[in-house]
């Protein structure tokens, strides 16, 4: 096919960077400006790094975290495995870099360092150009990170009574905190020596404590190698829940009762994913419940999975988060996308194996019932990308050079990509398709794979033996959805859209009906003939019998010309403002688009101690389109932001400019 064949040709394709170089030793001032240029095999087009040439194998971190300043001072020492490098490139964005030495530590000399680009790249940031010997085996970057770090957030001044930082690293944060080669394609084992402020407890994707250390000195190991994007610090008051000798949840201490109780369902979770995909593979699989500014559900940071405190709901209905990030386990930590543009590899096998863990779990509809919700969600953000600049997003197979990776974050990468292997289920069958997954974590164990790596896979070891002809090239390599992809429909969500179209129509779904039923008559005497009367009743909907997920495809139904009796009736029926945050959000979803403004008081409270980006942005997008509430939104913002991740406001002062 011509766009497999192009795909195959760029990334071999070779360029050449220009990069302004400022000799840049941090003891003085700026000693030399030369211009050089390096070739660079475009592997990554997201990292600097040569890795082609040399590449870190084990990272050795020792970090001081400083509260006071909100700085983290540290060495990254680097063993590397040099294939006759005479310079070695890392990836900084933010970093105060202030010397750099070779050789083991005790035995280290000082080497020359330059910072490529004089006016950093806001996307990549800035190479870190080392000048080594064709033998060097260690590089050790002293540094500090700078004013803004991107993966970091920080406690505010009101919470300095539960102080806490967290990093998040995908896709390309890392750098903004650690020197080091920030491609997927670099896998690397770590140990980190992390001194934090006294009471506090510290945790990274590692072996991790269970309890706080008196003199806040901690130790970690990575022992499996993993990309840099899910290198992942937390520190906080935090207390540790264990579900078995596999399994546990650290959280704030008054948040861990509660979320203890809510993740219960873990230890079966994970028997249940090992049971379809092999063993797991990482030793210990830990939640740690984060602060509410998390941008996300959750995180797979691989041993200690972040999880954002609004997906715990007191009911367990969102716990597919859970099943989710587990599924990473495989899917992403074990076989790695190799670049971004190749996010659905990481993407769309989780959501695949979400749904069947939670199938496994909880039975075939509650699968059907996440699945379509997703799909509505897919379809309504293929609309958006059609109209927008960049309709090819609408691929699995992405292109995103000279673009900033978390454009690739899209339902494409998650729901089509889950699309594509359910339709190849249905084609080849459930048992030879469990066979081949299996085969294939296992085949890529420890491994970065692109989309072709895939591609040749799935035909050499099942569709070409097999005689099986299947449409993958489309699935991969073109915009739209194709034609043989599976239809799944849940009854559930049938009837929440049926209650929709009533309301839509005027009618209170929520009020009592009176209803009758004929009854036979009872007489003393035994007669001839029976007889029945009309026995009247009445009967309400019960809001109690529906889930999560079918009041929110109820609300998704919903008109946007609804009165505001209407609205404040099926407020009052089911107290959908007062509900877990997947209803709230939905429900002032409704009512933004309705002109319901009297949730104001609500949504601000909402807005002002959630930071998660999937409610966040969708809100301020819609309170955008009301031009008469500019100034409350512009200053609702200003108060909220203080409370979101980098990755959040971003994303919404993209759309406030
Ligand atoms: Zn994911």
Redesign the pocket.
């Known amino acids: 096919m011509k766009n497999l064949a192009l795909f195959r040709l760029n990334r071999w394709l070779i360029f050449t960077l220009v990069v302004t170089l400022i000799g840049c030793k941090s003891e003085g001032p700026v000693k030399s400006s030369v211009t050089e240029t390096i070739d660079v095999t475009a592997l990554d087009p997201h990292s600097y790094a040569n890795f082609n040439e040399v590449h870190t194998q084990h990272l050795d971190l020792e970090l001081e975290v400083n509260f006071t300043n909100q700085k983290i001072y540290g060495v990254a020492r680097h063993t590397l495995i040099n294939r006759k490098a005479t310079k070695a490139i890392f990836d900084i964005n933010g970093p105060v870099i202030q010397k750099v030495t070779l050789g083991p530590k005790g035995k280290e000399v000082e080497a020359d360092f330059v910072i490529g680009k004089m006016d950093k790249d806001s996307i990549l940031g800035q190479p870190l150009i080392v000048t080594i010997a064709p033998s060097t085996k260690y590089v050790n970057i002293y540094y500090q990170t700078g004013d803004e770090c991107a993966a970091l957030e920080w406690s505010s001044q009101e919470e300095k009574d539960r102080p806490f930082v967290y990093s998040q690293g995908q896709a390309i944060l890392t750098r903004s905190w650690i020197p080091l080669q920030d491609s997927p394609n670099v896998r690397i084992t770590y140990q980190a020596k992390v001194t934090v402020p006294k009471g506090l407890m510290a945790l990274m994707s590692a072996e991790n404590p269970k309890k706080t250390n008196e003199q806040g000195l901690y130790n970690f190991s990575m022992k499996q190698p993993i990309p840099s994007y899910l290198i992942a610090l937390t520190i906080g008051k935090y207390s540790y829940h264990s579900y078995n000798e596999r399994c546990g949840v650290y959280a704030d201490s008054e948040l861990l009762p509660k979320a203890a109780e809510e993740f219960s369902e873990l230890p079966e979770m994970m028997a249940a994913a090992e049971n379809l995909y092999g063993p797991y593979a990482w030793g210990r699989y830990d939640l740690m419940v984060q602060h509410p500014s998390f941008p996300f559900g ?1 995180m ?1 940071n691989p041993r200690l999975t972040f999880v954002s405190p609004s997906i715990i709901s007191g009911d367990k209905s969102l716990v597919s988060v859970i099943a ?2 587990l599924a ?1 386990s495989w899917s ?1 930590n074990l076989v790695t996308n190799a670049s971004w543009n190749d996010f659905w590899l ?2 769309g096998f ?2 695949y194996l979400e749904h069947r863990i939670m199938e496994y779990l909880k039975g075939q509809e509650y699968s059907n019932i996440l699945c379509e919700i997703e799909f509505d969600e897919l379809n309504q953000e293929l609309k958006e990308i059609k109209a927008s600049e960049h309709p090819e997003d609408a691929r699995l197979k992405l292109n995103l050079t000279n673009r900033n990776p978390d454009d690739g974050m899209t339902s494409v990468a ?1 729901v089509k990509g889950a699309y594509f292997l359910k339709t190849l289920e249905a084609k080849i069958g459930r048992t030879k398709m469990d066979a081949f997954l299996k085969g294939y974590f296992k085949k890529f164990a420890f491994q970065n794979i692109t989309t072709e790596t895939f591609y040749d896979y799935l035909h050499s070891q099942l569709l070409t033996v097999q005689g099986i002809s299947f449409n993958t090239d489309e699935w991969l390599y073109l915009n739209e959805l194709p034609k043989n992809m599976v239809k799944i429909q849940s009854k559930d969500l049938d009837t929440m859209r049926l209650l929709a179209k009533k309301t839509n129509q005027g009618e209170n779904i929520f009020a009592p009906v009176k209803k009758f039923k004929w009854v036979e008559k009872k007489y003393k005497k035994k007669r001839k003939r029976k007889s029945f009367k009309k026995v009247y009743f009445t009967v309400q909907l019960d809001p109690k019998k529906y889930n999560t997920q079918m009041w929110q495809t109820y609300l998704r139904s919903l008109d946007s010309t609804l009165s505001t009796a209407t609205l404040n009736t099926i407020d009052e029926s089911v107290g959908f403002s007062h509900a877990n945050n997947e209803i709230r959000f939905e429900w002032y979803m409704v009512c933004l688009k309705n002109n319901h403004w009297a949730i104001k008081e609500g949504l601000s409270e909402f807005l002002r101690n959630i930071g998660r980006r999937k409610y966040v942005l969708p809100l301020f997008k819609e309170l955008l389109r009301h031009p008469k509430e500019r100034n409350w939104t512009a200053e609702l913002y200003r108060n909220a932001k203080a409370n979101y991740h980098s990755v959040t406001r971003k994303s919404v002062e993209h759309w406030m400019k």
């Open positions: 959750g797979e989710h990030e990473h992403g990481n993407e989780t959501v998650y």
